[in-house]
T-cell receptor, first 114, second 117 residues
Framework: AQKVTQAQTEISVVEKEDVTLDCVYE???????LFWYKQPPSGELVFLIR??????QNEISGRYSWNFQKSTSSFNFTITASQVVDSAVYFC???????????FGGGTRLMVKP | EPEVTQTPSHQVTQMGQEVILRCVPI?????FYWYRQILGQKVEFLVS????????KSEIFDDQFSVERPDGSNFTLKIRSTKLEDSAMYFC???????????????FGPGTRLTVT
């Protein structure tokens, strides 16, 4: 079974600051997938990214970037030039090797102040 | 952009009653899931469904729970005899199938808030 730790329960930044959300996971699977989701105050879960465990290339999508380090079992998420609309709870979620079961972390609540 | 829809948005039921939560996954997706989130807690996996059968389920998904794809568009979660601790937000999700049958990203619906009194 997967286990995931998001050690930062709450982060507060001022708009335009960069912020990194940490995620460390444990798994016995050799192949797995890693996901990040955003849950704004409205409550829905918004899919941000899915990565394969065998692809360690970092990824950038606009102001979002992800750093995957298989050697340290970490999949960290950075928001550059944060905006108030980024305020939400962010969940890291590794999957099993079949990719059909996500284990969610406890989430990091990000508050971006104007 | 296609999205997962869920009905109702809020369901109130009495303990011991049966409840059915409904979901319409994204039309070309073939993997379907149910998760739940008790207020203030983490999101928990319940079950995944592919090719008309359960492909994975958690310990939470006991005999009180069942899933069904009654037609080509709906995916339902039934709780036979609700308990107070079943009160939670229930999320449906779906994903497309990638090469070798591996599911892609899971797209979530807006959720159904179930309140058991």
């Amino acid at each position: 079974a997967q286990k995931v730790t998001q050690a930062q329960t709450e982060i507060s930044v001022v708009e335009k600051e960069d912020v990194t959300l940490d995620c460390v996971y444990e798994t016995r699977d050799t192949t797995y997938y890693l996901f990040w989701y955003k849950q704004p105050p409205s409550g829905e879960l918004v899919f941000l990214i899915r990565r394969n465990s065998f692809d360690e290339q970092n990824e950038i999508s606009g102001r979002y970037s992800w750093n995957f380090q298989k050697s340290t079992s970490s999949f960290n998420f950075t928001i550059t030039a944060s905006q108030v609309v980024d305020s939400a709870v962010y969940f890291c979620a590794p999957s099993n090797n079949a990719g059909n079961m996500l284990t969610f972390g406890g989430g990091t609540r990000l508050m971006v102040k104007p | 952009e296609p999205e997962v829809t869920q009905t109702p948005s809020h369901q109130v039921t009495q303990m011991g009653q049966e409840v059915i939560l409904r979901c319409v996954p994204i039309s070309n997706h073939l993997y379907f899931y149910w998760y739940r989130q008790i207020l203030g807690q983490k999101v928990e996996f319940l079950v995944s469904f592919y090719n008309n059968e359960i492909s994975e389920k958690s310990e939470i998904f006991d005999d009180q729970f069942s899933v069904e794809r009654p037609d080509g568009s709906n995916f339902t979660l039934k709780i036979r005899s609700t308990k107070l601790e079943d009160s939670a937000m229930y999320f449906c999700a779906s994903s497309e199938v990638h090469l070798a049958g591996v599911p892609g990203g899971q797209y979530f619906g807006p959720g159904t808030r179930l309140t058991v009194t």
